[in-house]
């Protein structure tokens, strides 16, 4: 995508802050209560979960559109937080086998290239017992109108949401991994949507 639209897509992401807050806030702040040691976030967009995440831990920004990076300072300033914040994606970083305590991503493998790639690399880069966190919107169920739905308007959605995919399976994506232990549950927002349902879980390497 050109350098406009990112920066369009960073400047609109961070006026959806309160929104996104309002949606999946308190289930955020459950998921990640007891996050330690060196975590990696993926696709961490205006940094949003550094409110749910605790203080002492070194975290990791991965995030490819540079236009963000701002908004992600603006929220780690003034606290005491280690961070780290580069513009790659989690492959293309390349970091150290089984060298990160726990991963995180929200609302990022429905946009990324090659899911099974990433999740592969999510599982190479943690530690063993390592923890990858998550909450994503999925494909609809089968023989549903929303499935279909979101099949029909995938073309457009991907240009009008910098590349996102409504009807990606990932939570088969993810029980397919190679991961020790996948749990999971499912929920939709409370407001009319199509990318519904969600899931949020946990997957331990
Ligand atoms: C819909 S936004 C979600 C942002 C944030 N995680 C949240 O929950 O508000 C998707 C984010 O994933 C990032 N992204 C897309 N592909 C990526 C990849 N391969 N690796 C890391 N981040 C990626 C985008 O730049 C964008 O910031």
Redesign the pocket.
Known sequence: MPNWYKRGFAAM?AMGDGE?HALYGKRKQALFADLQGTVVE?????G??LLYLPTDIHWIG????AH?HKYIRAKASGKKRSIEIHAA??EALALADASVDAVI????LC???DPAA?LGEIRRVLKPGGRFFFIEHVIAPEGSFLRGLQRLVRPAWRLVA???RPDRDTAKALREAGFSDVQMESFNLPIPNIVRPHIAGVAVV
């Not at 991503?105 to 990022?108: N, P, Q, R, W």
């Open positions: 992401l996104q993926i696709g961490p967009g205006t949003l979960n991965v995030e490819p559109n963000l994606t989690l991503s929200t609302l990022v946009s990324v290239a990433t910098d590349g996102c």
